[in-house]
């Protein structure tokens, strides 16, 4: 059974920073493409970042210069490393593997607050 499991969520205060990881029990790791999305109170899940098999990587307007994204295929990880945050970034944050077939975590929360 595929599991993806995110970890590194948290409270954090504005400006600060928090790298997610979701680790991946996925055989064939590599041959993925891996993305970060979250949903806000009230909102849509939304794209954050992915990342291809080859590591080309795109994001969300609003979190260029930000946030990166990268991977590890030894390990089977994907992280979101997230600088300057706002408020505006509270959300729970979803771990997606899309390949044969597409698979989710069950979410990591990131609160930014005072």
């Known amino acids: 059974q595929v599991q993806l499991v995110e970890s590194g969520g948290g409270l954090v205060q504005p400006g600060g920073s928090l790298k997610l990881s979701c680790a991946a029990s996925?055989?064939?790791?590599?041959?993925?493409?891996m993305a970060w999305y979250r949903q806000a109170p009230g909102k849509q899940r939304e794209l954050v970042a992915r990342?291809?098999?080859?590591?080309?990587?795109n994001y969300q307007d609003s979190v260029k210069g930000r946030f990166t994204i990268s991977r590890d295929n030894a390990k089977k990880t994907v992280f979101l490393e997230m600088n300057r945050l706002n408020p505006e970034d509270t959300a729970v944050y979803y771990c997606?593997?899309?390949?044969?077939?597409?698979?989710w975590g069950p979410g990591t929360q990131v609160t930014v607050s005072s």
């Open positions: 997606n593997a899309e390949g044969v077939g597409s698979y």
């Open positions: 996925l055989k064939f790791f590599s041959i993925y493409v």
């Open positions: 990342i291809t098999q080859s590591s080309v990587t």
